[in-house]
């Protein structure tokens, strides 16, 4: 798949010119810019990607009139007088190569596409940059919002390229407000607006007002004096006009301004090249033994746009300096999700505009005995979508490991207040080998023995774990494989034809009998020997740091019916009447910080198990990776076991930043557009490459209704899994887990996914994008975002299958 990122040579100096609206003198203000910079360099190029009305009042015609030195072109020219939206809907459009020049060619509306505008304006800038010095002047077409061939803004359109951006203020009555609107606009879609500039026109004064309010912001900012009145005789008008163009250029405000544009594309790329170097001293990095850690290892990240990173390596310098042609910068698909929090996108502009406006209305307000719009419609749309009847109440934390502590406490405290169990007793959790909570104290202690807790002095391990099947794919076979200890308790490997054959409940009565049974067994031995268990916590189907463990969602649901009727567990239990609402057994516990909100496919994770959690933690997909939120959702009864006349009895658990109305409003806009995203059925394409149209297979057992699906193909799986590296494979939702064999036969101290890890950033020699990842041992994963497309998709899998050979 073809993939425009961010770009930056060191020797092309490239500058896009917005206007604050039309009229404001675009093409003015870029003739005058081309004549300054001609003056220093000997190759500038005007570039007008788009462009609408008669060729022989195009744009790039009259910069070419300017000098034989200034090389003008537009890309896509419509021969209607119109907004490029509806020029586009037409067949008169013209692509040339240069005015009146033989190569001219025709295309249909069909081909002029966002994709295709971006491509052709990275294709041409490619070839300026020679290795020689040169300037590169990119002006748009109308405002700053105003419409691109596709329909939406040219803000949009143009924003994964990132380029310094020149803005036109406008001189005229009102100019002040549409000048700051269009600056905010590029600002909060996270351009660099490096200069203001407008007509110093004095019956309204705006440059003055401009120039102090851009200076306080410090943004630069200038004016020049307005052009001639247009003349008469079409002769003395462009002499008229190449005399302004050369006194504007040799001012003094456009001198200061080129200068300062030449010393901050140098300072962008001598900061870029020593970011890394300035990390090692200053940045303790999570996750990371610092003793492998050097400026080459770690990636420099300059920006970030839809699934993809802007990149600088110490690979990529060298490569540059080889070859000046080369960008600094290389698109990296962000293979992890950013830790599993990307969903909609890097610089979602409606996300980026929520947040700012959340920030306007509220900023931050405490939580304490008050309400705000955001943090009520959040909790609402959390309690109807999760489709858990048990679900009433919703605890707001910031993170997801803050999240879990307090779920924690929730359960163990309903447990104890229900038991008569006292400070003193030792209460712990039931939950499954390989668990991750989170890195806090508490939720660390919820987990067994592992790289993550076991140096920790504080840490004890307060829980028993018991270890279980897993679902994989090998040698192009779906398996759940128990454990080697669990084989003569729950039986051997089962081999099934379909994903969905996994989820069949109905069709695996005998494995549900050896699971019950087991569990049973398990849970009488340790209620016998006088454990106390506070809650039974769990990530469902989908443990993460771990390792990546696809676990047998029957397994996972039998220990649920384990628990809810062990006659021992619920000797305290009143009868109910009505559905089933309290809690039995001990409280569950799910945690979906990573896999609850569609990043499985569904909103609830829970729901591929067919069960009702007590407690359920979000969030990651929350805020489509913008800012950190968690909920913690429980039942009536949970609450209700914190009720009272003694305030020492309440959940006394906060955060100064609870339910912050900045993250609400922006997770109440990442749902909505998820929520809209199923409905509409943008992820129908990838459904059917694993439940084709007419497919017979059984929907999911209890739940929500659908059946198991992923964004990888179960074709490209089945490749990777004869592998000869691999060991196996799985894809759900949007991860992908590719498990390689270790010589050593360790997991996750293994640095058998390394080497792919370090292959795939690298890239082959001339490759357009790279991917980004993470590694846990030796397991390399990736996740796309919920908005990546089956374009997307398909060029990863190509890129991934061949970095296994």
Known sequence: MRQVGAVLWPKL?????????????????????????????????????????????????????????????????FADPVSPHIAARSSKEVCHSQPDSPSTKAYTSQSVTDDSVRAALHDELSSYATGEDGIAIVETAGGVLSPAPS???????????????????????????????????????????????????????????????????????????????????????????????????????????????????????????????????????????????????????????????????????????????????????????????????????????????????????????????????????????????????????????????????MGIRAAAARNGWSADDEIVILGLKGSYHGDTMGTMDCAEPSIYNKKEPWYTGRGHWLDFPQVKMRKGRWVVEPPEELEGAVGETRTFDSLDDIFDFEKRSKDYSSYRRYCDATLAELIQKGTKFGALVMEPILLGAGGMMFADPLFQRCLVDSVRHNHSLNTQQQPQQGPQLDWTGMPVICDEIFTGLYRLGRFSASSFLGIDADIVANAKLLTGGVLPLCTTTASQAIFDAFVSEDKTDALLHGHSYTAHPVGCSVANESLKTMMKMDRGGWWDGFKGLWSPPGSNRSLLSGGQAGRAWSMWSEAFLKAVSHRSQVDSVFALGSVLAITLKDPDGKSYASKAAYEMRDKLLAGADGEEWVIHSRVLGNVWYAMAAMTTTRETVESLEEKIFAALE
């Open 151 to 409: 329909g939406g803004s040219q803000a949009d359109l143009y924003r994964p390229l990132r380029l310094p951006v020149f803005l036109v203020g406008d001189h005229q009555l009102g100019g002040i407000g549409t000048t700051i609107s269009a600056w905010e606009s590029l600002h909060i879609r996270g351009y660099d607006v490096q200069s203001v500039a407008l007509f110093a026109e004095g019956r309204y004064d705006n440059h003055s007002y401009l120039k102090d309010y851009f200076a306080e912001r410090d943004v630069h900012a200038f004016s020049v004096r307005p052009p001639p009145e247009r003349h008469s005789s079409i002769a003395e008008d462009a002499r008229a006009m190449q005399e302004y163009y050369e006194e504007a250029a040799a001012s003094s405000s456009v001198t200061n301004y080129t200068s300062k544009f030449l010393q901050d594309h140098d300072k962008r790329i001598a900061d870029l090249e020593s970011i890394s170097a300035e990390a090692v001293e200053a940045i303790w990095h999570p996750f990371m033994q610092h003793s492998e850690r050097s400026k080459d290892t770690i990636t420099a990240i300059d920006s970030a746009y839809g699934d993809y990173f802007a990149t600088h390596t110490t690979q990529q310098a060298l490569a540059t300096s080889l070859n000046p042609t080369t960008s600094l910068l290389k698109p990296a698909f962000d293979a992890s999700a950013s830790w599993w929090t990307q969903g909609l996108g890097h610089g979602n502009p409606r996300l980026a505009l929520t947040a700012a406006h959340a920030a306007g209305r509220y900023g931050h307000v405490m939580f304490a005995s008050a309400i705000h719009d955001p943090a009520l419609r959040l909790a609402q749309t959390l309690l109807t979508n999760m489709g858990n009847p048990r679900l009433s109440k919703v605890f707001y934390t910031d993170n997801g490991s803050a999240g879990m502590e307090v779920a924690v406490k």
């Open 13 to 77: 100096r490239v500058l896009q010119v917005y206007g604050a609206n039309t009229g404001v003198g675009k093409t003015i203000f870029s003739s005058i810019l081309c004549r300054a910079f001609q003056k220093r360099f000997p190759k500038v190029h005007y570039l007008k990607p788009v462009s609408t009305g008669p060729q022989e009042e195009a744009d790039d015609r009259h910069l070419s009139t300017l000098s034989s030195n200034i090389k003008a072109k537009c890309l896509y020219q």
